[in-house]
């Protein structure tokens, strides 16, 4: 059997006059695979996310969503997509409800309102006009407008900005419900415990390059996962990676602040991206050198 994917970029690029915002990345999703794409802020999400979705031209590159090219998808192609931009637009002078069920209107097999309006938790608002919501309930709309098409590939761009911690468990939860019925989905966030909860896999994008991608527990290699040992030892603290932490652990007794510290996807990326900083800042030093 071969892998469908549902996403194929291919040596994507977009400028923006002589700058470079996506620079040569590429990668795919599979059919029901949830991908998280990480990355510092002007890192390349959105820009790459937007042409995904037809809204943004490329300057080069392949790419393929759902078997069509985005700039040439069509109404029947942009009714299989759920799309969930940045920005939250929803500020309007109808009623939640009022809202889903025009939006329901548009698709030709859409999920029933009142599922859609407990599955976001806003029953108790359902009949408040979206303008006299608070920011993170109108990002709930922005994320119910987004699976009311019941959208075989779902775009999610920072999600859950703004969410308090229930909600966004609750958004989990509702993530995780989508995912089991087969939906495929394309997620940016800034939170790393979100793409470590919902990723199957992660791109970490930086400058415009992914520096990285793989499976969620696989990203930055085996070595970034190697636990860290740290006590203090005559008023000095020591650090030690080991495979083997509880051998050391056993051989250093119960000195003053022991602890094991297993790197979390967030110290990982934050490696990853650093490293990706530094190695940008010695290619622009060696340009500058050449144009001298
Ligand atoms: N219309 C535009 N014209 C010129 N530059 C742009 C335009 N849109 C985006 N950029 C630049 O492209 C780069 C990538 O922006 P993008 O919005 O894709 O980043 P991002 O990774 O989504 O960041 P964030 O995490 O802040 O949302 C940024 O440096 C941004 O300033």
């Given at each position: ?128 006009l979206i303008r006299k919501l608070s920011g993170g309930q109108r990002r709930r709309v922005d994320v119910a407008l ?147």
């Open positions: 059997m071969t892998t469908e994917y549902v996403v194929q970029v291919e040596d994507l690029r977009k400028s923006y006059g002589a700058f470079t915002a996506v620079d040569g990345v590429t990668f795919d999703i599979r059919r029901g695979e949830t991908f998280a794409l990480l990355g510092p802020n002007g890192a390349g999400k959105s820009t790459t996310i937007e042409i995904l979705e037809g809204y943004r031209d490329r300057t080069s590159g392949e790419v393929s969503v759902l078997g069509t090219d985005p700039g040439r998808g069509g109404l029947d192609w942009k009714a299989k997509l759920g799309i969930v931009l940045q920005s939250t637009g929803e500020s309007g002078n109808v009623t939640v409800r009022e809202q889903l069920a025009h939006f329901a209107r548009f698709y030709p097999n859409p999920r029933d309102v009142d599922e859609v309006i407990a599955a976001v938790g806003l029953e108790e608002k359902q009949k408040t987004g699976i009311i098409g019941r959208p075989e590939l779902l775009f999610l761009d920072e999600p859950t900005t703004g969410f308090d911690p229930e909600a966004r468990r609750q958004f989990w939860e509702l993530i995780r419900s989508l995912k089991a019925e087969g939906t495929s989905i394309l997620l940016t966030t800034h939170y790393l415990d979100e793409a470590a909860q919902l990723g199957d896999r992660a791109g970490v994008i930086a400058g415009g390059r992914m520096v990285d991608i793989g499976a969620i527990d696989e990203i930055g290699g085996a070595d970034a996962r190697i636990p860290v040992v740290r006590w203090i030892e005559n008023g000095v603290l020591r650090e030690e990676r080991t495979t083997t932490p509880g051998a050391l652990v056993a051989r250093l007794g119960e000195p003053d602040g022991l602890e094991v510290v297993r790197p979390s996807l967030e110290d990982i990326y934050l490696e990853l991206v650093g490293e990706a900083g530094l190695a940008a800042a010695a290619t622009d030093t060696v340009i500058e050198g050449a144009a001298l």
